[in-house]
């Protein structure tokens, strides 16, 4: 191991987390609390209905970027029940975790179906953005809530739907996008050659394992959250 990564591994265990439950019944996981700005991470879910577990790609990239942006607060979000079928119920669970931060300026960063719920909540008054991986944006999903917001989304090449393997392909996210240009939101588009759905993936002992390209996935989260540390310092 280099000095450059034994460095972010000491400042990744150093970092401390707290759990707040919300007053949806949900709880958010708060990595430094901050009155500046706040990243709400909202996780993915399933058809059928089961309850909210906390995601492996966003527990990995939290872990390994907050060391990079102190002047940013970090929240976890766990829903009440991750499934589709209760969409509503995870946009209001993101919608308590923003205003739980307390921040007046947020990002929103959202995995797979958090990519949807992250634009149904863009229109809370504190958001400036969505950071979208892998996102699950179907085309009956309205997108105005992003109006005079920023928009990125950033999928992996190989992402597919594969027996007993969820995924989204990036086709799909890419329409989203489009229609969101045809509103007048601005935004970016990174597509991560080799990589599949998302970061990382659960181990059977609990550990966030990184999955094929995670660092070009934190590569290109860096990028967004270092625009909105700029705005907020």
């Known amino acids: 191991?280099?000095?450059?990564?034994?460095?972010?591994?000491?400042?990744?265990?150093?970092?401390?987390?707290?759990?707040?439950p919300l007053a949806t019944g949900a709880e958010i996981r708060v990595t430094r609390s901050t009155a500046r700005g706040a990243v709400v991470c909202v996780n993915g879910g399933q058809r059928r209905e089961v309850a909210g577990t906390w995601s492996a790609t966003l527990e990995w990239l939290v872990r390994r970027l907050a060391p990079r942006f102190p002047e940013l607060g970090f929240a976890e979000v766990?829903?009440?029940i991750k499934s589709w079928k209760r969409m509503d119920w995870?946009?209001?669970?993101?919608?308590?975790?923003?205003r739980e931060s307390g921040a007046p300026r947020t990002l929103l960063l959202g995995?797979?179906?958090?990519?949807?719920?992250?634009?149904?909540?863009?229109?809370?008054?504190?958001?400036e953005g969505v950071v979208a991986l892998a996102p699950w944006l179907p085309d009956r999903l309205r997108l105005d809530p992003l109006v005079g917001r920023r928009l990125a989304v950033i999928h992996g090449g190989l992402d597919r739907s594969l027996p007993g393997v969820p995924g989204i392909?990036?086709?799909?996210?890419?329409?989203?996008?489009?229609?969101?240009?045809?509103?007048?939101?601005?935004?970016s588009y990174t597509l991560i050659p080799g990589a599949v759905h998302g970061a990382a993936l659960r181990s059977p002992r609990g550990a966030a394992i990184p999955l094929p390209r995670a660092r070009r996935w934190a590569d290109a989260v860096s990028l967004e959250l270092a625009r909105f540390q700029a705005s907020v310092g």
């Open 1 to 20: 191991m280099g000095k450059r990564d034994q460095q972010s591994v000491d400042a990744m265990n150093a970092l401390s987390s707290v759990i707040r």
């Open 78 to 80: 766990r829903y009440r």
């Open 90 to 98: 995870c946009v209001a669970d993101a919608r308590a975790a923003i």
């Open 111 to 127: 995995f797979s179906m958090g990519g949807a719920v992250a634009v149904c909540a863009a229109d809370e008054g504190s958001v």
């Open 169 to 187: 392909r990036p086709e799909s996210s890419r329409r989203g996008f489009e229609r969101a240009l045809a509103l007048g939101v601005e935004g």
